[in-house]
C-alpha cells in the first residue's frame, strides 16, 4: 500500500469508440506529472475516470491503495483528489473569498441541520472556514483580491482560483486540466511558481497540459497517450528524445526541428 | 443568536412588529396581515427552492395544503391537540418532498417545473376524491383553533412569529457552508460535485426544509379559517406564491416576503377581485421585464448606485450586485 | 370499447392540435410557452360573443394577439439574455392574466356551443358529427405543418435554428424572429384548438391551465422533438383517457395528463441533452 494516486489499466468506451484503452497513470506526493497527447487521445477521459466524472469499464483507479472507481465523485474529492477545469466553471458573480470558501466544503464537519438552527457549533466552523479561507487566499498572494468579483478578473487569475479552490479542500492530489491554457507569459510563470510550490508542500500534482515548455519545466513525469493507450512514460527529456512520441504528439514541424537540434 | 451577522431577521423582527401593531385595531385589517403572513411563509418556502437551489417547485401551495389536511385530520378525527399535529404538518409535507425530490431534482429547472406542477395536480385530485379521509369536495369542517391563540390579535403574532423564526432558519442556512453549497449547484451541479458536495441528498434535504415551512403555513391556515377544502390550498396557491416570490427577489430572504406583502395587500385594493390574476400576472411580467433580479434586487442596485457615488461604471451586468444573503 | 378508442380519438385529435405549438417551441427555442391553453380559453371566449363565422374569426384573432404579446415579452427577455425557465415563468404570467380577463368579462359561465344537435349513427355507434370535423381539422394542420416543416425555405429556417441556433444566427437566419413567429404559430394553433373544443365539449376560465398541461403531456409522450409525433401523442392519450373514463373511477381520468407528464419526466425520455441541462 503506497502513498499514490494510480489509474491502472483502466479502458472505457464511448458508442463503440475505444476512448481508454487499459491507460495507466501515478501521481505520488510531492511530484508533478504530466498527462500529454493530442486532441482526442483520452486525456480528459482518464482526469475524468480518475476523479469519478466516469466510471470506467475496466481497471483500477487506487488513492494510496484503496480502490475507489466507479465511487462517486464527490466522495473522490472527500478522499483528497480535487480537481480543476478546463473551462473554469465559476460563477462570474461571486468573490474570490466566496470560491475559496466553496472549496473548503469537503472540510465540512457540522450537519446542515446544526447549520439550519444556528448551534455554537456550526457558527464556530464557519469562521474557522472564514480563517481558512483566508490563509489559502494569503499563501497564493491573493488577499487583495479577496473581495473582488470573479468576472472582473483576467483569465489568469481566474484559473488561479480555481486552482485555489482546489487546494482549499486540504487535497492531498491536485488534478488540473489545462490550467495555462490562454494565460499570458506572465501570467504561466506565476502559475508555475505556484504549482511548484504545491508540490513542495507534498501535494500531488497530475498536470493535462498543451503547452510543452511549460511541462518541461515543472514535471518530474510525463504520461504520452495516443489514441487512448499510453504511448510513453518518462522524464520531459526522455519524451522529447522519444522519435514516437515526437511523431505522434509534437508533429511534424517540431520533428524536423528537435531532430535538427539532436544532429 | 440575532446578532450582526442576521440582517434579514432583523428587518424581518421590525416588519412583523410593525404590522402586529399597525393592525390589531381593525378586525379587516387583522385578517389581511394573518392571511397575508400565512402566504409570505408558504411563498418564502417558495423563495427558498428556487431562488437558493435553482429548483422551480410548482408544488409549495400542495405541501401547505397536506400540512393542512394533516392537522384537520389529527385534531377532527384522532382528537389531538393542534400542538401535537403540528408535528405531522411539518413532517407529513417534508416527507413526501423527500420522496418526490428523489425523482425530480437531477432534472433542469425547466423539466422539475412541470413534474412539481403535475405532483400538485395529482395530490389535489387525490383530496378532492378520497371521500373517506379528505372529505372530498367537501372538505373537512370543525378544526380547532389554537388554544391560546383564539383571539385574531394574538393569532396575528404567532403567524409572523412563525415567519420570523423561518427566516432565521432560512439565513442561518445561508451563512453556512450548506447555503453556499445550494448555491453552487443552482449555478453549476458539475461543479457542486467537484467541489464535494453531494448534491441529490443536499437538494432532497433542502426541498423537504422548504415543504416543512409550507406545512406550517396550511396548518396556521387550518387553525385560523378551521375547515379545510381542495379550493382552500392549491396549484393556483402554488403559481401565486412562487410569483410573488420571484416579483419581491427570489435571490433575497426577505424577497418573497417583500413581494407577498406588495402583491397580496395591493391585491386588496383592486375593485374586483377576478382582476386578482391579472395584477400578478402583469406584475410578475413586469418584474421580468424590467427588473430580472425582483424588487429587492432592484433596490439593492439602486442603492449601491448611490453609496458608490463613482463616475458613471455602469455595470454590465444589473445583477452583480452582491446578494446580501451570500455575503461572507 | 371500440365506442372509447373513437371518442378517444375524436378528443385526442385536438389535444394534438395544442401539443404541436409546444414541440414546435421547445425545438426552436427550448422553452415552453404556459399560455397556450389560455390562447384556447380567449378565444373560445370572444367567439362566444360574435356571431356566426366572424366569431371564429375574431377568436383566432384574439388568441393572435395575445400570443403577440408573448411573443413581445419572450423577444424582450431574449435580448437581456434569458435563460428557458425566465420565458416559461413568464408566460405562466401571461397565462394567469389571460385567465384573469376571461373572468372578469365573461365570469364564470362554462363556453359551449354545440354544431350539431343530432348525433350521427354509424354501424351502431353514435358519434358527435362535430368529433369527425375535429379530427379532419387536426390532421389538416399536422400535415400541413409538416409540409411548411419540410417543403419551405421558413421550414428550414425554423428546422436550422432548432439543431444549432447558434451557427443559424451566423448563417443570416433571423432566429429570433422564427422563434417569435412559433409562438405566434402557437397562438393561432392554441386560438384554433380552442374553437374546436367550443365547439365540441366546452371549456371554461379555469381551463387554461389544464389545456396547457395535456397539450405539454401529449407533446412529449413519444419525443418532444417532432411535430408529427405530437399528433399521435394526443390521440394516445385521448384514447387512455376515454378508455379511463370508461372503466374506472373518474378520479383516475382526471389524474391521466398528469400521470403521463410526471412519468414520462421521471423516465428522462425527454431529449436529454437539452432538457438535462447539465453538461458535464
Known amino acids: 500500500m503506497s502513498a499514490a494516486l494510480q489509474a491502472f489499466d483502466v479502458s472505457i468506451s464511448f458508442g463503440g469508440v475505444q476512448a481508454l484503452d487499459r491507460a495507466s497513470v501515478e501521481v505520488t506526493p510531492g511530484r508533478v506529472v504530466g498527462l500529454i497527447g493530442r486532441n482526442g487521445s483520452g486525456k480528459s477521459t482518464l482526469f475524468n475516470c ?60 457540522r450537519s446542515l441541520m446544526s447549520a439550519l438552527f444556528g448551534l455554537a457549533g456550526a457558527r464556530a466552523e464557519e469562521r474557522e472556514l472564514q480563517r481558512r479561507a483566508e490563509a489559502v487566499m494569503r499563501e497564493l498572494d491573493m488577499m487583495p483580491l479577496a473581495d473582488i468579483e470573479i468576472g472582473k478578473l483576467s483569465m489568469g487569475r481566474v484559473r488561479m482560483v480555481e486552482v485555489a479552490r482546489a487546494i482549499a479542500a486540504n487535497a492531498t492530489y491536485l488534478l488540473l486540466d489545462e490550467p495555462a491554457a490562454g494565460l499570458s507569459r506572465a501570467e504561466q510563470e506565476v502559475l508555475a511558481r505556484e504549482i511548484r510550490k504545491l508540490a513542495g508542500r507534498g501535494i500531488g500534482v497530475l498536470l493535462v497540459e498543451h503547452n510543452f515548455s511549460l511541462i518541461r519545466l515543472l514535471c518530474d513525469r510525463v504520461t504520452v497517450l495516443d489514441a487512448g493507450r499510453v504511448l510513453f512514460e518518462g522524464t520531459p527529456a526522455e519524451v522529447e528524445c522519444d522519435a514516437q512520441v515526437l511523431q505522434v504528439y509534437l508533429g511534424a514541424a517540431a520533428e524536423t526541428s528537435a531532430i535538427g537540434g539532436e544532429a | 443568536m440575532i446578532g450582526k451577522r442576521r440582517p434579514n431577521t432583523l428587518v424581518m423582527l421590525a416588519l412583523a412588529a410593525a404590522s402586529c401593531a399597525v393592525t390589531s385595531s381593525n378586525p379587516v385589517w387583522l385578517d389581511i396581515s394573518i392571511l397575508t403572513g400565512i402566504l409570505s411563509l408558504i411563498s418564502l418556502s417558495a423563495g427558498l ?60 429547472p425547466l423539466a422539475t417545473a412541470l413534474a412539481t406542477l403535475a405532483l400538485g395536480t395529482l395530490v389535489e385530485i387525490v383530496a378532492r376524491n378520497w371521500d373517506d379521509v379528505t372529505g ?193 | 370499447m371500440i365506442e372509447y378508442v373513437i371518442r378517444g380519438l375524436i378528443n385526442g385529435a385536438v389535444y394534438g392540435i395544442l401539443a404541436l405549438p409546444m414541440s414546435l417551441l421547445f425545438a426552436t427555442a427550448g422553452t415552453v410557452d404556459f399560455a397556450i391553453g389560455a390562447y384556447a380559453l380567449i378565444a373560445a371566449a370572444v367567439a362566444t360573443s360574435v356571431a356566426g363565422t366572424l366569431g371564429l374569426v375574431a377568436g383566432v384573432l384574439s388568441a393572435l394577439l395575445a400570443s403577440a404579446v408573448m411573443a413581445g415579452i419572450f423577444a424582450l427577455l431574449k435580448r437581456s439574455g434569458e435563460e428557458g425557465i425566465r420565458v416559461a415563468l413568464a408566460s405562466f404570467g401571461l397565462s394567469v392574466a389571460i385567465a384573469s380577463i376571461v373572468l372578469l368579462i365573461w365570469g364564470t359561465q362554462p363556453f359551449v356551443r354545440p354544431t350539431f344537435s343530432r348525433m350521427l349513427e354509424i354501424g351502431g355507434l353514435r358519434i358527435n358529427p362535430q368529433g ?49 413567429g412559433t409562438i405566434l404559430a402557437g397562438g393561432l394553433l392554441g386560438g384554433l384548438a380552442g374553437l374546436l373544443i367550443l365547439h365540441s365539449a366546452g371549456l371554461d376560465f379555469t381551463a387554461s391551465l389544464s389545456l396547457t398541461f395535456i397539450g405539454f403531456a401529449a407533446a412529449i409522450i413519444f419525443g418532444i422533438q417532432t411535430p408529427l409525433r405530437s399528433l399521435f401523442g394526443g390521440l394516445a392519450m385521448g384514447v387512455v383517457e376515454a378508455l379511463s373514463a370508461g372503466f374506472t373511477s373518474g378520479m383516475v381520468t382526471s389524474m391521466i395528463p398528469s400521470a403521463f407528464m410526471l412519468v414520462v419526466l421521471m423516465t428522462g425520455l425527454l431529449g436529454s441533452n437539452r432538457f438535462a441541462g447539465d453538461r458535464p
Open chain 2, 49 to 108: 427552492s428556487y431562488g437558493q437551489a435553482g429548483i422551480l417547485s410548482m408544488a409549495q401551495g400542495v405541501f401547505a395544503a397536506i400540512g393542512a389536511y394533516a392537522s384537520a385530520i389529527a385534531t377532527t378525527r384522532f382528537g389531538l391537540s393542534p400542538f401535537a399535529a403540528l408535528v405531522f404538518a411539518l413532517a407529513l409535507p417534508a416527507l413526501m418532498a423527500w420522496s418526490v425530490a428523489r425523482a425530480v431534482t437531477w432534472m433542469a
Open chain 1, 50 to 109: 480518475v476523479t469519478g466524472f466516469l466510471k470506467p469499464a475496466t481497471g483500477r483507479v487506487l488513492i494510496d491503495g484503496r480502490d475507489v472507481a466507479g465511487e462517486a465523485p464527490h466522495r473522490i474529492v472527500r478522499a483528497g483528489v480535487a480537481r480543476t477545469f478546463q473551462t473554469p466553471r465559476v460563477d462570474l458573480k461571486t468573490t474570490v473569498r466566496q470560491a475559496v470558501l466553496c472549496g473548503l466544503f469537503p472540510t465540512v464537519k
Open chain 3, 132 to 180: 369527425l370535423i375535429n379530427v379532419a381539422i387536426s390532421v389538416g394542420l399536422v400535415a400541413l405543418t409538416y409540409y411548411l416543416l419540410r417543403a419551405t425555405s421558413l421550414g428550414r429556417m425554423m428546422r436550422a435554428a432548432a439543431a444549432n441556433p447558434v451557427g443559424a444566427e451566423l448563417a443570416a437566419i433571423p432566429v429570433l424572429g422564427v422563434q417569435c
Open chain 2, 136 to 328: 372530498g369536495y367537501i372538505g373537512i369542517s370543525g378544526v380547532p383553533p389554537i388554544p391560546g391563540f383564539e383571539k385574531p390579535v394574538v393569532f396575528n403574532i404567532l403567524v409572523w412569529g412563525f415567519v420570523c423564526v423561518a427566516v432565521l432558519l432560512y439565513e442561518n442556512l445561508m451563512d453556512s457552508a450548506w447555503g453556499r453549497a445550494l448555491n453552487i449547484i443552482r449555478h453549476d451541479r458539475t461543479r457542486a460535485i467537484a467541489d464535494g458536495v453531494a448534491v441529490a441528498p443536499l437538494l432532497s434535504a433542502m426541498l423537504a426544509f422548504s415543504a416543512a415551512m409550507a406545512g406550517a403555513g396550511g396548518w396556521l391556515y387550518v387553525h385560523y379559517i378551521t375547515y379545510m377544502s381542495p379550493q382552500s390550498l392549491d396549484t393556483q396557491t402554488s403559481i401565486s406564491v412562487l410569483l410573488m416570490a420571484v416579483v419581491g427577489g427570489a435571490d433575497f430572504i426577505l424577497g418573497p416576503v417583500i413581494g407577498t406583502l406588495l402583491l397580496n395587500m395591493l391585491g386588496k385594493l383592486l375593485p374586483a377581485q377576478e382582476a386578482q390574476g391579472l395584477f400578478y400576472g402583469g406584475a410578475l411580467i413586469v418584474i421580468l421585464l424590467v427588473a430580472r433580479d425582483g424588487l429587492l434586487g432592484r433596490i439593492g442596485y439602486l442603492l449601491s448606485l448611490l453609496r458608490r457615488k463613482e463616475p458613471a461604471e455602469p455595470k454590465p451586468v444589473p445583477s452583480a450586485v452582491t446578494a446580501p444573503e451570500v455575503a461572507p
